[in-house]
């Protein structure tokens, strides 16, 4: 879920009274979705969907299998906080709801200030883990994904790639000479030319699969699952002229500054067996390439080294 949102909670009861009886509660403060069953809940996980979970301890036998997949290996790869709801003197099955990892549990007859309660301190823990995740996943300066989150996204769209049999595309691209304009504007003034540049880079980035990333220090990555080369190189020609053409403000001064980046394009549609490594290396290997060509430049095997949309010279 994302920071600012309303959090989602899913209630999963066979009983319709306590059905409308958590809804009416938990409406006000939480967007709030319902099921039957075990099966009816399932597809409520195929978004990321929900943040806690309500389940009725009499529905763990019920698909048990399904349960297990349902809170540890769906929505994105997290955990779903959930809490089982249960008769108080059913305590064989409170002790096994808790052996699956229940974070809670509550008494029925339900009491609303206690549901209330505990909802409210799993969304507190919910909202504190999201944001750890936030900090270690985004960069500090620019705001956009860090190298760690890179890392994890290409891997995972690189084995999608792989299963579907999809292409998939990388832009490895760095800021030119940017040594040179920190030492001529300094590194504060770098700092908003890195920032600058990083919003750019996210704005190409503009499918729920794409991801933009800083990589370390002036280089960055446009990762673009589902498309071939010929598209790859568009959006990075895009990039490209939009680097080129920005001007940030110096602090203080009504002058502006401007850079200019080079970009490497990698592009397949990787078989089992195939080395995301050696995927990335194509990409680097372009952007070297790029630079001896002569830097503000977009270089893929089939477009080797264009500029402003035109062949570099030979």
Request: hydrophobic share 40%.
């Amino acid at each position: 879920m994302e920071l600012g949102r309303a959090y989602i909670v899913l209630i999963v009861d066979d009983d319709e009274a306590v059905r409308a009886q958590l809804h009416r509660l938990l409406a006000p403060e939480y967007e709030v979705l319902a099921a039957h069953s075990v099966a009816e809940a399932l597809p409520h996980f195929s978004e990321g969907r929900p943040d806690l979970v309500l389940l009725d301890a009499g529905l763990l036998g019920d698909r048990i299998r399904d349960i297990q997949v349902l809170f540890k290996d769906r929505a994105g790869g997290r955990a779903v906080p959930f809490i089982i709801t249960a008769d108080p003197e059913d305590e064989n099955t409170v002790e096994y709801g808790l052996r699956l990892g229940a974070a809670d549990y509550l008494e029925k007859p339900l009491r609303n200030a206690v549901v209330k309660a505990r909802v409210k301190t799993q969304i507190q823990i919910v909202r504190q883990m999201r944001m750890i995740e936030k900090l270690g996943f985004i960069d500090a300066l620019t705001d956009i994904p860090n190298r760690r989150s890179f890392d994890a996204h290409m891997d995972k769209e690189w084995r999608r790639a792989v299963r579907e049999k999809k292409p998939i595309s990388f832009l490895m691209m760095d800021i030119d000479n940017f040594k040179r304009y920190n030492d001529t504007y300094g590194h504060l003034q770098g700092d908003e030319m890195l920032k600058a540049a990083a919003k750019i880079f996210l704005d190409a980035a503009r499918r729920p699969g794409d991801l933009a990333a800083r990589l370390g220090g002036e280089e960055f990555g446009v990762i673009l699952p589902d498309t071939e080369l010929q598209g790859a190189c568009r959006i990075a020609e895009g990039i490209r002229k939009t680097v080129e053409a920005e001007r940030v403000p110096m602090t203080g001064a009504e002058a502006a500054t401007a850079v200019t980046v080079s970009i490497g394009v990698a592009s397949c549609t990787p078989a089992e067996g195939t080395g995301l490594r050696e995927f990335i290396a194509e990409a680097d290997a372009f952007l070297y390439a790029a630079k001896r060509a002569g830097r503000n430049r977009v270089c893929s095997d089939r477009c080797p080294c264009t500029h402003a949309g035109g062949r570099a010279p030979a």
